[in-house]
């Protein structure tokens, strides 16, 4: 039974408890949103026009599953940190990140520089180390995993200095990112451009930061502001509707929307309610980053070869989905079985000896 005081508010840590479900969901979000970019939207020759127009700016909106992943990162992160020495934390990443980006991206450079553009093997060894991300803005490495790998390789050090000074460093360098958000929207537009994936994003994974030990310590929201969240992620969305994705206005309002979704999303599966949807997205979730990787190189292939006259686009809202997650899948059973060949290899031998 709830306590009079549990029934009038909500616990934070429903967001950690449907964490993979919500990852899940981003990732089709992710998919949907490049159908509609590259693939157009469905159901223009037979929706009313107002109708159809609505469906294109939800699916518009769905690039807002990578703030979602970044500030759904940032707590998993502190939580891995306040669990873990530096060491295991290190190794946890590799093992989830690193692997799977190797396993996943060696082929398909091997594919796009060494076979179909013939870049060479150094352009294959900068994408697959990640650094054509910096140095090459129209480089085909996918610009997420670059990303995370150096907020993850200094997260240690964003971690303590936020334990440290109380989350007043983190909170001044979230400030401090939202201003050159703004100065680099309206002077330094060629840098903003070439990363302009990457920026604006950057606030919501120190967000993230700051309210981890807040989630994690399970803090309760009550209903009214938990009702003010949910206005605002409706009037941000409506503004989106109104601005064009890739203006200042509609980069800059990605990651409110992001947070308001990630607690809409809580709050609808608190009730039980998305009971089957929810086990589907979940099991996405536990195979997000190898979706995300998946969906990249297949658009790129399918760009690259003027495939989308092939088919009728309502078959690439079905085949991309299915083949991301199939396909990421069946990479992660890879990895799992060559992970536990290895320790059982390792077991053998310290037995042995």
């Known amino acids: 039974m709830y306590s009079k005081s549990q029934s009038q508010s909500f616990s934070t840590k429903k967001v950690l408890t449907y964490r993979n479900e919500i990852f899940g969901f981003s990732a089709l979000m992710i998919i949907f949103y490049h159908l509609a970019y590259w693939a157009t939207v469905p159901g223009n020759n037979f929706l009313p026009h107002n109708i159809h127009q609505v469906i294109e700016l939800a699916l518009n909106q769905g690039s807002i599953g990578v703030d979602i992943f970044l500030f759904l990162s940032a707590i998993g992160l502190y939580s891995s940190m306040s669990h873990n020495d530096i060491g295991t934390f290190y190794k946890n990443r590799i093992v989830r990140v690193v692997i799977p980006w190797l396993v996943i991206t060696i082929p398909a450079f091997i594919w796009i520089d060494l076979v179909y553009a013939k870049t060479g093997v150094v352009s294959f060894i900068l994408d697959t180390l990640t650094i054509n991300y910096w140095i090459t803005p129209d480089a085909a490495t996918p610009w997420y995993v670059p990303a995370i790998l150096i907020l993850y390789a200094v997260y240690p050090l964003l971690y303590k200095a936020d334990k440290s000074t109380k989350h007043i460093f983190t909170s001044v360098l979230i400030v401090l990112l939202i201003a050159v958000n703004i100065l680099c929207t309206i002077y330094i537009n060629d840098f903003y451009e070439q990363f302009s994936l990457l920026i604006p994003?950057?606030?919501?994974?120190?967000?993230?930061?700051?309210?981890?030990?807040?989630?994690?310590?399970?803090?309760?929201?009550?209903?009214?502001?938990l009702l003010i969240v949910f206005i605002v992620t409706v009037l941000i969305l409506a503004l989106r509707f109104k601005v064009a994705l890739y203006t200042r206005a509609g980069r800059l309002t990605g990651s409110i929307l992001a947070i308001g979704i990630i607690f809409l999303y809580a709050f609808i599966r608190h009730y039980n309610i998305l009971r089957y949807l929810g086990k589907l997205f979940g099991f996405i979730g536990k195979i997000s980053l190898e979706v995300y990787l998946i969906q990249e190189f297949i658009f790129l292939y399918i760009k690259e070869n003027n495939l989308w006259g092939m088919l009728h686009m309502y078959w690439w809202y079905l085949i991309v989905p299915i083949a991301s997650v199939l396909i990421a899948k069946l990479i992660s059973l890879l990895i799992s079985a060559v992970k536990s060949a290895i320790t059982n290899s390792k077991n053998k031998k310290q037995l042995a000896a």
Do not use: C, E, N, S
Request: charged share 20%; net charge positive; no cysteine.
């Open 201 to 225: 994003r950057l606030p919501v994974f120190f967000v993230g930061i700051l309210v981890a030990q807040y989630m994690l310590d399970d803090h309760r929201i009550k209903w009214p502001f």
